[in-house]
């Protein structure tokens, strides 16, 4: 069942995916409605099953599912994963790449292969002050309180 998202426990799961690109304008309405129709369709079966969403930056897709009345299968993720790749086929982005990082360089969100990130750390076009979206938290809490921090706080300060 779709919720609000602050209706949602700081322990529920979390999943972050992160756009090659920032969708278009022309885009937001199509995906925003994509994805809370997903959500409110997600484990139907399920009465007791609450999830919800956030479309952050028109960038980043985080599915948020609370799990703790209701046990997410390998079924149910194995579903938003079809469908998150659905979204990449559709709008021709990347969005399970893991191995690319997103940081804020002024008020734009930048994505860049990690390899690109090492050399700007290295040329100091960042430092260990620049924010940083950890994509890897898998929980609520954590989302809401490290999702976005600085590169020095981060598990990426060891490429300092």
Known sequence: MFVD????????????YPSSRKFYKTEIEEVENAI??????????DENFTASYQFLYNRFIVLVA?????????TDIDASVSFILELQEKYNIQLLDKMNVCFKQGEFVQYKELKDFKKLLKNKALTGKSIIFDNLITNNHDFKNFWETA??????????
């Open 151 to 160: 590169i020095e706080d981060s598990w990426y300060s060891r490429f300092l």
């Open 5 to 16: 998202y602050n209706a949602i426990a700081d322990d529920a799961k979390v999943w972050i």
């Open 36 to 45: 809370k129709t997903f959500v409110e369709q997600w484990k139907t079966d």
């Open 66 to 74: 609370d799990d703790e009345k209701s046990t997410l299968t390998n």
